[in-house]
C-alpha cells in the first residue's frame, strides 16, 4: 500500500474524500456480494464435496479478507498521519502480502481443475478430491505467506527492538526497506508471475481446444470462450498486482506531478477489479450456483415472512 505522503503534492480534500468513498463504496458492495456467495456455499452442502467449489470458496474468503485489510490500509494513509505502530503494521502487512498473492496462486489451482476435467474426465474423479483439493489449499496459503515470512524475518534479525515500537506509514517499502527485502521480493513476484502464467496458458488454451470440440452447439463454444477470455482479464489484473510497484515507479517518473493519481487507479485496478470479476466469473454465470443462490434468498425470505405473521 502506498501512502499520500510520498506524493509531490498533498491531495486536495475534495480529492481525498472521493477517493476514499471510492475504495469504501466498491470495499462493500464486493464484499456483500462475496458474504452472499459464501452463505449460499456453506448453507448448500453439495458445494462442499465438490473440488471446483471448494477452490471458489477459498476464493470467496480470500477476497473479502484481501479488500478488507486493503480498504483498512488505504484509509490508515489518508487518516492516520503520524503512522501506525510498526509491530501492528507488520500483522497487517503479513495478512496483506498473503492474501494477495494467494488469489492468482489459488485461480491457478482452479485452472487445473478445470483442466483435468475437460482434458481427463475419466481421471477427475480420483485426482480431484476433497482431499487433495484441502491439501492444495494448504499449499495455496504455504506458498503465499513464503515471501513475506521471509521478509519478516529480515527485518527481525537486522532491525533494532525499537524499530518495533515506532511508528511508520503502513507501506511495504516503509517497514521492509532493506536491500535484500527489495531483491527477494522482486525475486519472489518475478517467479511467482512467470510460473502462473506458464501454467495458465498451457492449461487455458487445452481447455479452450477440448471445449471448443466436444461443443456440439455453436452457442455453447461461445460461452465457453467468453468465459476463458473473462479468466485471462482476471488473471491479467491479478498478476499485474505482482509488478504493481514497478509500474508504480515508471509511472511516477514520466508523470511525477501526478504520482497519487497513479497510486489509485493503480489500487483500483490490480486491488479492486479482480475480485469484482470473481463473483460475475464464478458466481452469478454458474447456473447451478444461481440456482442454489435464489432457492437460499427465497427461503430466507419466506421465513421472514412467516415470523411477522407469527
Known amino acids: 500500500m502506498n501512502s499520500s505522503e510520498l506524493n509531490k503534492r498533498k491531495d486536495f480534500l475534495e480529492e481525498a474524500i472521493f477517493k476514499n468513498f471510492t475504495?469504501?463504496?466498491?470495499?462493500?458492495?464486493?464484499?456483500?456480494?462475496?458474504?452472499?456467495?459464501?452463505?449460499?456455499?456453506?448453507?448448500?452442502?453439495v458445494f462442499t464435496q465438490?473440488?471446483?467449489?471448494?477452490?471458489?470458496?477459498q476464493l470467496i474468503i480470500n477476497d473479502i479478507i484481501t479488500l478488507s485489510v486493503c480498504v483498512v490500509l488505504f484509509i490508515f494513509s489518508y487518516t492516520i498521519t503520524m503512522g501506525l505502530n510498526v509491530a501492528f503494521c507488520c500483522i497487517l502487512i503479513l495478512i496483506a502480502s498473503t492474501v494477495y498473492k494467494n488469489t492468482p496462486l489459488n485461480l491457478a489451482g482452479m485452472a487445473i481443475e478445470r483442466f483435468v476435467a475437460i482434458c481427463y474426465p475419466l481421471h477427475h474423479a480420483r485426482?480431484?478430491?476433497?482431499?487433495h483439493t484441502k491439501l492444495l489449499i494448504g499449499i495455496i496459503w504455504l506458498l503465499g505467506a513464503l515471501p513475506v515470512m521471509v521478509d519478516l524475518f529480515v527485518v527481525l534479525a537486522l532491525s533494532p527492538s525499537t524499530f518495533f515500537t515506532s511508528s511508520r506509514m503502513c507501506y511495504t517499502q516503509n517497514v521492509f526497506s532493506f536491500e535484500y527485502n527489495i531483491v527477494s521480493n522482486a525475486a519472489f513476484n518475478i517467479g511467482y508471475m512467470c510460473s502462473v502464467w506458464v501454467l495458465l496458458f498451457?492449461?487455458?488454451?487445452?481447455?479452450?481446444?477440448?471445449?471448443?470440440?466436444?461443443?456440439?452447439?455453436p452457442a455453447q463454444?461461445?460461452?465457453v470462450r467468453r468465459t476463458i477470455l473473462l479468466h485471462g482479464v482476471q488473471l491479467l489484473l491479478c498478476t499485474l498486482s505482482l509488478i504493481t510497484p514497478v509500474i508504480d515507479q515508471a509511472l511516477t517518473v514520466l508523470f511525477p506531478y501526478y504520482r497519487s493519481v497513479i497510486y489509485f487507479c493503480t489500487f483500483i485496478l490490480t486491488s479492486i477489479l479482480p475480485?469484482?470479476?470473481s463473483p460475475l466469473i464464478y458466481g452469478l454465470r454458474d447456473q447451478k450456483f444461481?440456482?442454489?443462490?435464489?432457492?437460499?434468498?427465497?427461503?430466507?425470505?419466506v421465513k421472514r415472512a412467516v415470523d411477522l405473521n407469527d
Open 275 to 277: 475480485r469484482l470479476l
Open 23 to 45: 475504495v469504501v463504496l466498491f470495499g462493500v458492495v464486493i464484499n456483500f456480494i462475496n458474504s452472499l456467495l459464501l452463505y449460499t456455499c456453506f448453507k448448500n452442502p
Open 221 to 223: 463454444a461461445k460461452k
Open 290 to 301: 444461481k440456482k442454489y443462490m435464489k432457492n437460499s434468498m427465497m427461503c430466507g425470505s
Open 202 to 217: 498451457y492449461t487455458y488454451f487445452k481447455v479452450l481446444f477440448s471445449a471448443k470440440a466436444a461443443a456440439s452447439e
Open 50 to 57: 465438490e473440488p471446483r467449489y471448494i477452490l471458489y470458496m
Open 127 to 131: 485426482i480431484c478430491t476433497v482431499k
